[in-house]
């Protein structure tokens, strides 16, 4: 075979291999973009939101999204929709923003590396929850609620910092 034959059969396999690879986190990827897809719309018509900003996925006792976003009065506001519950509509105004609930829990552990803070639900209560690490080695991760309306501390469970085999 030529040299121009090889970069052919090269060239085509490498398109192949992109295009299968494509089609395969289209379909692994779909579920996911119609879920969201599905609450930011039943959103949108619970709470008659201008603008979606965030989209937060939480799973706890029970599988929640909620919707960040500005309704028509431009006020900001937070959508819950839960499993078996019709959508619950919170004005940011009501609750603890969460870069304040950031600065109250940084110094209180100033150690911590903060992973990842957004609302969700615990137990039917709505909630802000902290995932982090507390900095030491080996690395222990965290999980800290907090009351979404006023930032009072509910429960914290930490995971195992390794698994048995």
């Given at each position: 075979?030529?040299?121009?034959?090889?970069?052919?059969?090269?060239i085509a396999c490498l398109l192949l291999l992109l295009t299968v690879g494509f089609i395969y986190f289209n379909e692994i990827q779909n579920p996911q973009w119609a879920a969201i897809k599905a609450a930011k719309k039943q959103a949108i018509e619970a709470a008659e939101l201008t603008k979606v900003e965030k989209v937060y996925h939480h799973t706890w006792n029970k599988e929640t999204w909620i919707i960040e976003g500005i309704n028509k009065e431009d006020e900001n506001v937070f959508v819950w929709l839960a499993e078996e519950k019709l959508p619950e509509v919170t004005k940011a105004s009501e609750g603890i923003s969460a870069q304040d609930l950031k600065a109250t829990f940084k110094?209180?552990?100033p150690k911590a590396v903060v992973k990842r803070i957004q609302p969700g639900l615990l137990e039917g209560q709505r909630v802000w929850e902290i995932y982090y690490s507390d900095g030491e080695n080996p690395a222990h991760y965290h999980y800290d609620f907090y009351r979404f309306d006023n930032g009072n501390f509910?429960?914290?469970?930490?995971?195992?910092s390794r698994t048995e085999p």
């Open positions: 075979m030529t040299v121009q034959r090889w970069l052919f059969v090269i110094s209180k552990q509910i429960d914290s469970y930490k995971l195992p």
